[in-house]
């Protein structure tokens, strides 16, 4: 079982940046593909952007590429979203999640342990 622990939401206006960090753990990090989903009100939850074990592989939403980027430090046991010219639609509950897989990441269902959420609201 891995551990999740979100971080670095918060309140910003269109056009703003945010970091947000994904700590995990309780299982050897570099093992595991890691994802960041996101969830607005009355909305399925959604993917965001996924990154292979090594690093060296991304996956971005349509409707994210060329403004959100994903990373991971496998030293430091952590997955990143940087967030680029946010929108008053990326606002969301953000997840990360890990997975074994080799594909099929845009879908939740093949991601097992997931965080508790980190709230992100852009504001017009």
């Known amino acids: 079982q891995v551990q999740l622990v979100e971080s670095g939401g918060g309140l910003v206006q269109a056009g703003g940046s945010l970091r947000l960090s994904c700590a995990a753990s309780g299982r050897t990090f570099s093992t595991l593909v890691m994802g960041w989903f996101r969830q607005a009100p009355a909305k399925e939850r959604e993917f965001v952007a996924a990154?292979?074990?090594?690093?060296?592989?991304?996956f971005y939403a349509d409707s994210v590429k060329g403004r959100f980027t994903i990373s991971r430090d496998n030293a430091k046991n952590t997955v990143y979203l940087q967030m680029f010219s946010l929108k008053p639609e990326d606002t969301a509950v953000y997840y990360c999640?890990?997975?074994?897989?080799?594909?099929?990441?845009?879908?939740?269902?093949?991601?097992?342990?997931w965080g508790q959420g980190t709230q992100v609201t852009v504001t017009s």
């Open positions: 999640a890990t997975s074994e897989a080799y594909y099929g990441l845009q879908y939740a269902r093949n991601f097992g342990s």
């Open positions: 990154i292979s074990r090594s690093g060296l592989s991304t």
